[in-house]
């Protein structure tokens, strides 16, 4: 009798899951790649097949109703400062679309430091902000909309470094570009035009992440952004 019931306990463990596994074909949805993932993929002949030279820091599996692809955030490593924070003089990000014939490039991400606008000093580091980024159906249409952010340390950290925001939308890229300052004359935001033709539902996306990197201390936008952004200014600092 026991094994009767062990024997219908896992005929409908097995079923639940092949119904979970079926409801999620064709439902947008992201996982981050561990480690060993990352690695047999993303192997030695295919990062110098798309040259691949920084360190791999995420990789993120999306699939939607256009297919499997993956999102890769790679990383110049430039040693460790007093604080035994990570240092990073360059980045590049990756969207790889899986096909039958191997992995195609659909677009690509490469910045760096760069001297300060104001101060004259050297940004010390570059990074993507994984914490930030997201990679869901936001407008629901069935396509994943990724929203990429990464950003800079300057000679006050976040006080002074840059901000951006990227937004993949039907083949386009939109982007949001800041510029945090100690003093409130160097902060100033630009958006791209095309960013107030976004679903409503993807901009109230971008404003709530906005906000979010704002709570956490990490950007500080000119005061009176929400507004300016509602009236679809394109560029707008402390005295807007």
């Known amino acids: 009798m026991k094994l009767f019931i062990i024997c219908i306990l896992t005929l ?27 690695d047999r993929i993303f192997n030695e002949q295919v990062k110098k097949q798309f040259s691949i030279d920084y360190n791999i820091f995420k990789v993120f599996k999306c699939e939607d109703k256009s297919g499997l692809f993956y999102i890769v955030f790679s990383e110049k490593y430039d040693g460790m400062n007093e604080n035994n924070d990570t240092l990073h003089t360059k ?9 039958p014939n191997g992995l195609v490039k659909q677009w690509e991400i490469n910045d760096f430091t760069i001297k300060q606008v104001v101060a004259g000093d ?3 580091s570059i990074w993507f902000w994984s914490k930030f980024s997201e990679f869901n159906d936001i407008d629901k249409d069935g396509l994943i909309d990724p929203i990429v952010i990464y950003g800079t340390a300057g000679l006050n950290m976040y006080d002074d470094g840059r901000l951006k925001i990227l937004v993949y939308y039907k ?4 982007a ?4 945090n300052g100690v003093l409130d004359y160097e902060r100033n ?3 791209d035009e095309a960013f107030y033709s976004l679903p409503l539902v993807i901009q109230s996306r971008v404003k709530a ?14 005061a009176g952004w929400e507004k300016a952004m509602a009236n679809h200014k394109l ?3 402390e005295n807007h």
């Open 189 to 191: 935001t630009q958006v």
């Open 91 to 99: 980045i590049r990000g990756f969207n790889f679309l899986s096909t």
């Open 209 to 222: 992440i906005m906000k979010k990197i704002t709570d956490n201390h990490l950007a500080i936008f000119p």
């Open 176 to 179: 949001i570009r800041h510029q």
């Open 235 to 237: 560029k707008f600092d």
């Open 12 to 38: 409908l463990f097995s079923g639940n899951l092949l119904f979970a596994q079926a409801l999620n074909v064709g439902v947008p949805h992201e996982e981050l790649l561990s480690r060993a993932e990352v």
């Open 171 to 174: 083949e386009k890229k939109i």
């Open 122 to 124: 050297m940004e010390t």
